[in-house]
Structure formats: structure tokens, C-alpha cells
């Protein structure tokens, strides 16, 4: 690389990026593996609602986190976790600081960690100058969690298998209050209930586009429904404005708004059902524009 003696620009030694959340606008179980795994199609739409992550080079080759988050051992985070499978593909000298300014509620199916997880490998493929393709960067990512990928590929898209097999598409964009109803939702007891439905027929890309109920329905709905109350209660509220629907396995509900004051009026009037908020749609990621493409 040039040097800016000689005119370049330098590479940066610091990058504050955005860890988008995203909603599943349906999520339908159509099987289970023989490994476990679940086989599900959905439909992932990006939001403008996101985490930051502030990402510092280091050139003693060492990863940190500058600070933790409540409940999470560092080994667990996702953040971390993936700049260490990073750092096997970088020059030994390659090091960084990872801090995280949290706004998405954890474990509320809104991707939080896994929007983390894509944000760091982005931002250091960048920051380290590794020039990995995206494709390479989603693979290592699937490593992380099937939902990393997604937040790596930066667009909305249709989503099989374990949520890994992705195809772009172009949603409609409202306004959605996003509804957290206050409780933590624990993924493996959802999926491990005997009531969950797990044999929902397969359906089209195009037919799941066309949308509508049932089609944009969440097989984890009625399950979490049953074991946490609150979510029921919150789903009920936002249902008396607009459709609404659990995204992943919860905790928070959503429901869509054509324009922002309507969704607003709801989010202030949400009061004993949890904590609202306001986001729009988007198809193309707030990390993939702050990157530049």
C-alpha cells in the first residue's frame, strides 16, 4: 500500500459502525434434522434501530473488550468470538479493541449479538485491510450463529435451511413499533417445547412475498405465548392498531405502520405492556451504507 507521503489516504485506526437489528416478518418451522437443528423458512427485514460498535487497532496483536455486558462472560461474546476467528486469517501483528454502546435489548429476536458478531467481522476485514469477500466473511460467520449472516450479506432477504441459505428481496418499508414486554425468552426451552409446531409445509419465496395472514405467521408465537404471559399481553396490545406478530423467538412484538405519527402514538400509549420503540424498514443495512457499500 502507498503511503500517505505519496498521496493515499491512511487506513483508519478507529471505526464507530452500526450493529442493525432485524425482525422475522414470518418464521415458519417446516422441520427438524437429525442433528438438532430446526429447518425453517423466513423472511429477514433490516431495521435503522441498531447497536454501535467502535472498533480501535492495536498493533500488539491482542483483542479486548472494553467493557462487558450484564450476564455475559467475555468468552461468550459474540463480538469477541468473532475477532478471535478473524484474527486466524490476519498478520500476527493485528490486534483491536472492541466496545459496544448497547441499545438493542438482549435476547428480544431482535439479532442483537449476532448484528454484533457481523459488525466486527466487517469492520476489522476493513480496518485490518484483510480484503476478504462477503461471502467468505458469511461463512465464517454461520460459525457464530445462523443469524450472522444475514447482518453480513446487509440486505433484507428470504431465508431457509437453519436460516443460513439467503436471497436477497425487497420488502415494503414501514414503520414498526418494536415492543419488548420486559421478560427474557430462553431459545432452547422454545424449542424443545412438545407443543411447538415443527412441521409447517414449505411454502414459496413468491408466495411468502405476496404476505398476508397466515402466510406471515411465527411458529414460536403460540409456545411463547403460553410460557411467558407478558408477551401474550403485548401482542393483544399492539394487535387493538395493526397486525401483530412475535420475531424469532422473542421476547419483542411488532407491528407495522404505513406513516411514523401513527406508530408513534402507539409506542407512547404501550405504558404497562413493556418498552416501545419506533424503527423504520430497510432493505439495504445501516452497517453496509456506513462501510460505503
Not at 408513534?264 to 432493505?283: D, F, M
Request: glycine share 10%; hydrophobic share 45%.
Amino acid at each position: 500500500m502507498t503511503d500517505s507521503a505519496h498521496g493515499a489516504t491512511p487506513a483508519p485506526t478507529t471505526l464507530r459502525l452500526p450493529a442493525p437489528a432485524k425482525l422475522n416478518r414470518l418464521l415458519h418451522i417446516t422441520g427438524r434434522r437429525a442433528d438438532g437443528y430446526h429447518e425453517l423458512q423466513t423472511l429477514f427485514q433490516l431495521l435503522d434501530l441498531s447497536d454501535s460498535v467502535t472498533l480501535t487497532a492495536r498493533n500488539d496483536g491482542r483483542l479486548a473488550l472494553a467493557s462487558t455486558l450484564d450476564g455475559v462472560a467475555a468468552d461468550d461474546n459474540l463480538a469477541l468470538r468473532a475477532a478471535r476467528l478473524l484474527k486466524r486469517r490476519a498478520p500476527a501483528g493485528c490486534g483491536a479493541t472492541v466496545a459496544i454502546d448497547k441499545r438493542l435489548p438482549m435476547g428480544g429476536g431482535l439479532g442483537g449479538g449476532s448484528s454484533n458478531a457481523a459488525t466486527v467481522l466487517l469492520g476489522l476485514n476493513a480496518l485490518w485491510q484483510l480484503e476478504l469477500s462477503l461471502d467468505t466473511l458469511a461463512t465464517l460467520g454461520l460459525e457464530l450463529g445462523a443469524d450472522v449472516p444475514v447482518f453480513i450479506k446487509g440486505h433484507s432477504a428470504w431465508a431457509e435451511g437453519i436460516g443460513e441459505k439467503l436471497t436477497p428481496v425487497t420488502l415494503e418499508t414501514p414503520w414498526f413499533v418494536i415492543l419488548h414486554p420486559g421478560v427474557s425468552v430462553s431459545t432452547p426451552a422454545v424449542f424443545s417445547d412438545p407443543q411447538l409446531t415443527r412441521h409447517t409445509p414449505p411454502i414459496s419465496m413468491a408466495r411468502a412475498l405476496r404476505g398476508g395472514a397466515p402466510t406471515w405467521q411465527n411458529d414460536c408465537e403460540a409456545v411463547v405465548k403460553t410460557q411467558y404471559p407478558p408477551v401474550a399481553n403485548a401482542l393483544d396490545f399492539l394487535a387493538r392498531f395493526a397486525p401483530s406478530r412475535l420475531t424469532g423467538t422473542g421476547a419483542c412484538v411488532f407491528a407495522a405502520f404505513d406513516k411514523v405519527k401513527d406508530a408513534e402514538r402507539v409506542a407512547q400509549a404501550a405504558g404497562q405492556y413493556g418498552t416501545a420503540r419506533v424503527a423504520k424498514g430497510c432493505n439495504v443495512s445501516p452497517l453496509h451504507d456506513a462501510l460505503g457499500g
